[in-house]
């Protein structure tokens, strides 16, 4: 998979992490961060299965 597809992914269930997080009142941040990094990276499981978290971030330049 190229780059672009991965960080078209990436950018995708960030905005819908924020959506659905966005949607509701949070007790504390930490609840709704920790809510958002969830979503997140169920997205990410189910959209780039073969491919770790950590991977993810490396192709992105990104470090863990």
Do not use: Y
Request: charged residues 25%.
């Amino acid at each position: 998979m190229h780059r672009q597809d991965i960080q078209t992914i990436v950018n995708a269930a960030c905005e819908t992490a924020d959506s659905i997080v966005g949607a509701r009142e949070w007790d504390t941040i930490e609840d709704a961060i920790a809510m958002h990094d969830l979503i997140f990276w169920d997205m990410i499981g189910k959209q780039l299965p073969d491919i770790t978290a950590a991977d993810v971030l490396s192709i992105l330049g990104r470090s863990a």
